[in-house]
């Protein structure tokens, strides 16, 4: 399953299947790209990051791509399991981190059975 | 990994009453702290920096004597949202950072505050 653009808010895919989630970023002035998980009444938990001399990054499951060109940010996450389930933010800074975020609208993650 | 605490995680009270709620650093020292705010369905938004012994910066359009920020230690910073009225009822949320580039900043779990 694939999220396009900055405003959708729900993606649904089944269990076992890779996800792509979106973001398009505003500031061309960013430098620091983090992916965030939102769970029901919890804070964010960090998932992954990435610099703006990187295009791509892999972790254990996902991996962050990121155009600079046109400012967008995508999180795939491979063999989505029912964990998954979750808002998913993209956040972006200027300053490496050491300032506070800018979060994107978030995309609520849904896994089928 | 990095863990950040919020106390409390709920709390409920009635319109005129201040409210303080502390977010602790426990396995590093942060050198800033941040507040944010979160309305239902809603993403985050940044209300203030908060830097150990100095004075918070805070974003546009919040107001610092409304929300008081207190960072006394490289552990703990407070924020007091003063005279609750029923609008402030939101999910305030802080992060941590340890002050160096190209780290995340890890965040708590949250405050719940519903005013009456």
């Known amino acids: 399953g694939e999220s396009v653009g900055l405003h959708l808010p729900t993606l649904s895919v089944q269990e076992g299947d890779n996800s792509i989630i979106n973001c398009a970023y505003s500031?061309?002035?960013?430098?620091?790209f983090i992916w965030y998980k939102q769970e029901s009444g919890k804070g964010p938990q960090f998932i992954i990051d990435?610099?703006?001399?990187?295009d791509k990054r892999q972790g254990q499951r996902v991996t962050v791509l990121l155009n600079k060109t046109v400012k967008h940010l995508s999180l795939q996450i491979a063999a989505t399991q029912p964990g998954d389930s979750a808002v998913y933010f993209c956040?972006?800074?200027?300053?490496?981190?050491?300032?506070?975020?800018?979060f994107g609208k978030g995309t609520h993650l849904i896994i089928q059975p | 990994g990095a863990v950040v605490s919020q106390h409390p995680s709920w709390v409920i009270c009635k319109s005129g009453t201040s409210v303080k709620i502390e977010c602790r650093s426990l396995?590093?020292?942060?050198?800033?702290m941040f507040w944010y705010r979160q309305f239902p369905k809603q993403s985050l938004m940044l209300m203030a920096t908060?830097?150990?012994?100095?004075?918070?910066?805070?974003e546009q359009g919040v107001e610092k004597d409304k929300f008081l920020i207190n960072h006394a230690s490289l552990t703990l910073s407070t924020l007091t949202v003063t005279s609750a009225h029923p609008e402030d009822s939101s999910f305030y949320i802080c992060?941590?950072?340890?002050?160096?580039?190209?780290?995340?900043?890890?965040f708590g779990d949250g405050t719940r505050l519903s005013i009456l």
């Open positions: 500031n061309s002035a960013s430098d620091y």
């Open positions: 396995d590093f020292q942060a050198t800033t």
């Open positions: 990435i610099r703006s001399n990187m």
């Open positions: 908060s830097n150990e012994g100095s004075k918070a910066t805070y």
């Open positions: 956040a972006e800074n200027i300053r490496g981190g050491a300032d506070g975020l800018t």
């Open positions: 992060s941590a950072s340890r002050g160096q580039l190209n780290q995340p900043q890890h």
